[in-house]
């Protein structure tokens, strides 16, 4: 794939350009499961940061030795300031904005629903409209409510149960404000990281417990389809996928294209077979490339990097594309995708280059019909707290103050022209 010079790449009319943010990482003052996990576990985690993060990261981001790093706290404060938040989303010509609804707050008791909450969220879905933009809501985004733990959370023979009447009730309470739903995030990195690597909550590194949690993920994903659904045909519903781009370390290594396979089947595409006619559209969410020498992942020598240490590697966005085109057919909306860049100085070029692969996408005939940048704001950014700078805005988490970034700005133009110029 080759890079277009000197040019105007038009998007088609009715693109939409949007962020993406989620409860938990934004809004500050949560009662979920990552809560207690966070205090329990912020000291062992500052702790390890000496041996977990490169000299160079150590150096630049010393908080990540603090256990307040690591304790979601107020976070962004987005819980009470979204207004003021939404006003810097439409200033920058959002055309769309995508929120999660934190379950604990709408369902804190086994099945006692707080109307004060829906009640909440109807207001900041109806700010977003207001302002212009199209919502787009997670009804999970990794966080559980503590009387679902406590009950062996996903593991629960119930849970697709549980999720689809908290689903209900949703769809029943804000139907009438959107259209666009995303059951799930990331199934993929749940079970990843709380059932194979065993690194978030509730940790349990166990193959036979991640087999069963994908199995229930996705049938809870199932059954919410089906409730959003019947509170209303129009309504698209999908889940978010983080789909990575897996390539071989040595081409010719056929065990290493049997772990790119194996990848590829359990990390990406297993979650459509499991859900299959339950999607009116897929959401991509890409981060990085990974390459894979068997039986491990390899860190990319030489190549460019983010804050975090992923490898930026824009053409992987173009190759998904297509590869989703090839296997389904339905619209395909990028959820997220985004770098950890707290001196900005990566995230401009990240953004064209990533969107240059976009539009040659949509140029061979994807159907691709939105783009949203993680995140708006700087936030948790989960078991690595609030170092990794994601934000188009910066924030200031002692003052709470927000800085839109210069990178931010130049995004703006291309939401305001639906064009990118090279
Ligand atoms: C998740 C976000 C996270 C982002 C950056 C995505 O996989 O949905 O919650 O902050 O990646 O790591």
């Known amino acids: 794939m080759k890079k277009e010079k000197n040019k105007i790449l038009k998007f088609p009319e009715g693109f939409l350009w949007g962020a993406a943010t989620s409860a938990h990482q934004v809004e500050g003052g949560n009662k ?13 985690l ?15 981001f010393p908080e990540m030795f603090d256990p307040k790093n690591y304790v979601s706290g107020r976070a962004c404060d987005h819980y009470k300031r979204y207004e003021e938040d939404l006003d810097i989303a439409k200033s920058l010509n959002l055309s769309a904005f995508r929120i999660s609804i934190e379950w604990s707050r709408i369902e804190p008791k086994e ?21 212009g933009m199209e919502p787009f809501v997670t009804l999970w985004h ?18 697709p149960e549980y ?12 139907n009438d404000l959107c259209e666009f739903w995303v059951t799930l995030n990331e199934p993929s990195v749940v079970i990843s990281h709380s059932y194979i690597e065993g ?37 698209q519903v999908g889940f978010a996928n983080h789909i990575k ?31 299959k006619n339950k999607n009116d559209f897929i959401a991509l969410q890409y981060y990085f490339r990974f390459r894979l020498k068997f039986p491990r992942r390899m860190i990319n ?8 240490g992923w490898e930026i590697f824009p053409e992987g966005i173009y190759y998904l594309l297509k590869e989703i085109d090839e296997r389904y057919s339905v619209p395909i909306y990028i959820l997220e995708n985004g770098i950890a860049d707290a001196d900005d100085i990566k995230r401009k070029k990240f953004v064209k280059d990533h969107l240059q692969f976009v539009y040659a996408a949509i140029r061979h005939g994807v159907d691709v019909r939105g783009y949203f940048h993680w995140s708006l704001l700087d936030n948790f950014e989960w078991d690595k707290g609030f170092w990794p700078r994601f934000g188009l805005v910066e924030v200031d988490y002692k003052t709470l103050e927000r800085k839109i970034r210069p990178s931010a700005r130049e995004y703006a133009k291309i939401c305001k022209n639906n064009s990118l110029v090279l």
């Open 32 to 44: 979920n499961d990552w809560t207690g996990w966070e205090k329990k576990n912020a000291k062992r």
């Open 46 to 60: 500052a702790k390890e940061a000496k041996t977990k993060w490169a000299t160079w990261q150590q150096e630049k």
């Open 111 to 131: 099945g006692k629903f707080d109307e004060k909450e829906i009640k909440h969220y109807r207001k900041v879905i109806k700010a977003i409209r207001a302002r």
């Open 142 to 159: 990794y966080t559980l409510p503590i009387w679902l733990v406590e009950k062996k959370g996903i593991l629960n023979k119930k849970f």
């Open 163 to 174: 999720f689809a009447r908290y689903s209900q009730y949703i769809a029943k309470n804000l």
């Open 199 to 235: 690194i978030r909550p509730p940790q349990k590194k166990n193959l036979w417990l991640a087999w069963r949690a994908y199995r229930r993920i996705m049938r809870a994903h199932n059954l919410s389809y089906k409730s959003i659904k019947e509170a209303s045909e129009k309504n």
């Open 245 to 275: 781009y897996f390539k071989p370390y040595k081409k010719n290594s056929v065990l290493d294209n049997l772990a790119v396979w194996v990848a590829g089947y359990f990390g990406n595409w297993i979650f459509y077979g499991l859900s």
């Open 301 to 308: 020598e030489n190549k460019d990097f983010t804050d975090l």
